[in-house]
């Protein structure tokens, strides 16, 4: 992804990963940790080689996620994220056999709360 061409030279990337077969980085579709400072970090899901799907989501709406590996996904190093969000478009996905899953987990846990807490905006939870 060719985050300068999109949006801009202040752009960081904080993280950014392919899909992985075999623990080989050999899919079209590419997830993304962007930050613009001061104004939105957000993750990006990028699907396609000709026509290409671009999914996007606020990290600050992200309320919950898992991490899954299976027997054969730790032997090759990858795991799934599952992502549960309060966004309108999208309310789950997953980030599908990334690298280091558990780090992975850490990047995002740390982006939502600091991006939480530049808006002020609290996870409410009811407990019963």
């Not at 999109?6 to 990337?13: A, H, M, N, Y």
């Not at 904080?14 to 962007?34: A, E, H, N, Q």
């Not at 396609?48 to 054969?72: A, C, K, M, N, P």
């Not at 999208?90 to 939502?112: G, M, Q, W």
Request: hydrophobic share 35%; aromatic share 14%; with cysteine.
């Amino acid at each position: 992804m060719k985050t300068t061409r999109k949006f801009g030279e202040d752009v960081k990337i904080i993280w950014k990963d392919r899909k992985r077969y075999f623990g080989l980085p050999l899919s079209f579709t590419c997830y993304s940790i962007v930050e613009k400072p001061g104004k939105w970090i957000k993750l990006f899901v990028e699907k396609g080689l000709f026509s290409t799907h671009i999914e996007e989501t606020q990290v600050y709406r992200i309320d919950d996620f898992t991490v899954f590996e299976s027997f054969v996904n730790k032997i090759f190093g990858v795991g799934n994220i599952e992502v549960y969000c309060n966004d309108a478009s999208t309310n789950h996905f997953t980030i599908l056999r990334v690298k280091s899953p558990y780090k992975v987990h850490e990047i995002i846990a740390d982006c939502v709360e600091r991006d939480r807490k530049r808006r002020n905006v609290g996870n409410s939870e009811l407990q019963i």
